[in-house]
């Protein structure tokens, strides 16, 4: 649900004003009000602290990667001592990133060089000035194996002295020493550079880069390990630094600048320690309820269970003030759908293993995380169980009980060829349609009244009327008589609401032409809505046929000698795992889809509300 805001004004005397914003962070319950002209300018302190915030927060990635075990706070220290501190591993920091891309360059070129040299082993240059000395050169040629073999004779004349290096991929590498001044044309030879350096030489500076390499790699995991809690407290000054800043920039200046006006909110159950910290420092305010105009902040209070779910509503959009909270409807149908698209009792208790064994290891902003994982993997392992597959088994080909196989929902639906679990996705489908336009029909009538909701709620009368008068003559509760005759009454009363009071300001004649247009959006678009659950079915559906197929190939693989089990474990372990893995990513996917789209176009829901952020205290070890 949404909490109550109260809007605050003050005024303050600009003297007191910066004592007055350090005192209202350290509370830490005000949401201050942005203000139409609070851009932020290039080049001000603002924009450079939060440039250099992201520059921070990448820095700690960076050597959270090095030292993952660091911890990420500090002994509170001296403000100014963490800035120039954080400056200085900063700047370290990047003298060693950049020395490593150095190396790294410089062992590339190493690398390529020794593959042009390595052909031509580890000659001296000694041995090629003594040969100067003694009135011969030595000439550098490659020529193809069978070239070579067929002119070796010839080029080894007139003084000249023929000698292979090395023979690669059908290449002859050779050198020739020859008196200087002779000719050195050899028909069928390529004449190459003198190589640069030998192999030998190229191998000894390439192992320097390596330890350097490697040298450079330890300096920057110490200097990880001794900077990350200095790092983090940095952050922490930084964005309380940042929050000051926004706040002054949000502030209104009248009577020539010496009074500050700052506008924000409160939790309504907030409202009297705000009022107490007011007066105790002697500034003028007003408190007030919201009003329709208000751009009211959001905050969320929920119970354990839906609490896990508001990331998802935030990823959508926070509702607005004036509407309802989907999180405590989102909740529940996002756990049935998501167990719904995997629908394997072995593959949500392996949900519930992971949720624990990250829960241990990953760190406390990501616990809530995984309390979501190990709840789907609750679900996933009921609903499993209730479908009757596990890893990939159909548990009714079991021999399990047939008092246990009652209680699955398997097979065919009657005398038809539809799967039960089809036709439940489909009811379940409707049941959350409904429920989205339900609350459509109560949110049009509290904004706007009833008189203006008349057309919402005479759809939902159409519609949850015709499927209990539906559903009651199916049963044989009621004849088939009084089943039309409902059918008349309700389509009777809902057409009246729908093509005749849409609009009581309207015309009558353009209300019906509205109301026919209406209809034929519902009709289209309501019937694609449902269909769009089976989805949920299909994705199912899906999962245990491949985890089906996994388990046959695995068997077939298996064979009766002990050694089988090997491969048979190895398909089985990778199967479930790629299994696994894709069934998560589409069991995500759509029943987000079905809640963002189906539900929240239903139910009018727009998302445009603002985050609760009040101005406080950001401490390091809470980040």
Not at 198 to 210: D, I, N, V, Y
Not at 468 to 492: E, N, P, Q, R
């Amino acid at each position: 649900m949404i909490t109550k805001m109260k809007k605050l004004t003050t005024m303050i005397y600009h003297r007191e004003y910066e004592l007055f914003l350090v005192e209202l962070q350290k509370l830490g319950v005000v949401h201050v009000q942005p203000s139409q002209q609070g851009t932020v300018a290039a080049g001000s302190t603002l924009q450079s602290d939060l440039d250099r915030i992201k520059v921070v927060q990448s820095t700690i990635e960076a050597m959270r990667e090095l030292a993952p075990e660091t911890l990420g706070c500090a002994a509170k220290t001296d403000a100014a001592d963490v800035a120039a501190g954080a400056t200085a591993a900063l700047a370290r920091y990047d003298e060693l990133r950049a020395a490593q891309k150095t190396v790294a360059d410089e062992s590339q070129q190493l690398s390529a060089l020794l593959a042009e040299v390595e052909p031509w082993g580890n000659f001296t240059d000694a041995a090629v000035d003594a040969l100067s000395d003694a009135g011969y050169e030595m000439s550098f040629f490659t020529a193809s194996a069978k070239t070579y073999k067929q002119s070796e004779a010839e080029w080894s004349s007139d003084g000249r002295y023929v000698f292979l290096i090395n023979t690669q991929s059908g290449t002859n590498y050779f050198v020739v020493v020859s008196p200087k001044g002779a000719s050195l044309e050899l028909n069928g030879a390529l004449r190459v550079e003198r190589p640069a350096m030998t192999s030998g030489a190229c191998q000894e500076q390439l192992a320097a880069k390596q330890e350097r390499s490697v040298q450079l790699s330890s300096e920057l995991a110490s200097l990880s390990e001794q900077s990350i809690p200095v790092l983090v407290n940095y952050e922490a000054q930084l964005r309380n630094s940042v929050q000051l800043e926004q706040a002054r920039l949000d502030t209104a200046h009248v009577a020539d600048d010496t009074v500050m006006i700052l506008e924000g909110w409160t939790p309504a159950q907030k409202a009297d320690e705000v009022q107490q910290f007011l007066y105790e420092s002697g500034v003028c305010y007003e408190m007030r309820d919201p009003v329709k105009t208000d751009n009211v902040p959001i905050l969320l209070r929920n119970n354990w269970f839906t609490r896990m779910y508001e990331v998802l509503t935030e990823m959508y959009g926070m509702p607005d003030y004036k509407e309802f909270d989907p999180t405590p409807i989102v909740a529940p149908f996002f756990t049935l759908f998501f167990s719904y698209c995997i629908g394997d009792a072995g593959y949500g208790l392996v949900l519930i293993l992971l949720g624990f064994i990250l829960k241990a290891k990953l760190g406390a902003s990501m616990k809530g995380m995984m309390n979501l994982v190990i709840t789907l993997g609750i679900a996933t392992t009921v609903l499993g169980a209730v479908f009757g597959t596990f890893f990939g088994v159909q548990l009714v080909d079991t021999n399990l009980p047939d008092s246990v196989k009652s209680l699955m929902i398997t097979g065919k639906a009657g005398d038809t060829i539809y799967d039960k679990t089809m036709l439940l996705a489909l009811v379940i489908g409707v049941v959350h349609l409904i429920i989205a336009m339900t609350v459509k029909a109560i949110k049009s009538t509290v904004l706007f009244g009833f008189k203006q909701s008349i057309t919402a709620w005479s759809w939902l009368l159409l519609i949850v009327g015709f499927i209990c008068a539906g559903g009651l003559g199916a049963m044989k509760v009621i004849s088939t008589d009084m089943t039309a005759t409902m059918f008349y009454v309700i389509g009777g009363i809902a057409a009246v609401g729908i093509f005749l009071l849409n609009d009581l300001k309207r015309n009558p004649l353009v209300n019906i032409g509205a109301g026919l247009w209406d209809t034929y959006g519902m009709a289209s678009g309501l019937m694609g809505d449902v269909l769009s659950y089976v989805r949920i079915y299909a994705l199912g559906l899906a999962g245990g046929m491949l985890g089906g197929v996994f388990n046959t190939l695995a068997f077939m693989t298996k064979g009766d000698a002990w050694w089988g089990w090997i491969p048979c474990i190895l398909i089985l372990v990778f199967g479930h795992t790629l299994n696994i893995a894709m069934s998560c990513l589409g069991a995500f996917v759509h029943p987000l889809r079905l809640n963002f789209v189906e539900y929240f176009k239903n139910s009018n829901y727009e998302g445009t509300g603002t985050a609760y952020a009040p101005l406080h205290v950001v401490d390091a070890d809470n980040q």
